[in-house]
């Protein structure tokens, strides 16, 4: 998996937790949410991602998120 693949499950996977969080517990958990929103927008427009820098100590390659794996 690269690098580009698991911040876009992360990002994703963050957003509908914090939806369902703040749907049925609190509607704090909606900060969540726009939190992920504004990494993103802040990491299009600065070319940083603090998750980069942890899944290349991590191990993670670079690559197109959406190619297919090689077998």
């Not at 990002?11 to 749907?23: F, P, Q």
């Not at 992920?36 to 427009?45: E, I, K, R």
């Amino acid at each position: 998996m690269t690098i580009e693949r698991v911040v876009l499950l992360v990002a994703g996977s963050m957003v509908l937790l914090s939806l369902a969080l703040g749907y049925w517990v609190s509607q704090a958990w909606l900060l969540l949410t726009a939190f992920v929103g504004a990494n993103l927008v802040f990491s299009s427009l600065t070319r940083f991602c603090p998750m980069v820098v942890i899944l290349k100590k991590l191990g993670l390659k670079h690559g197109s998120p959406f190619q297919k794996d090689p077998a």
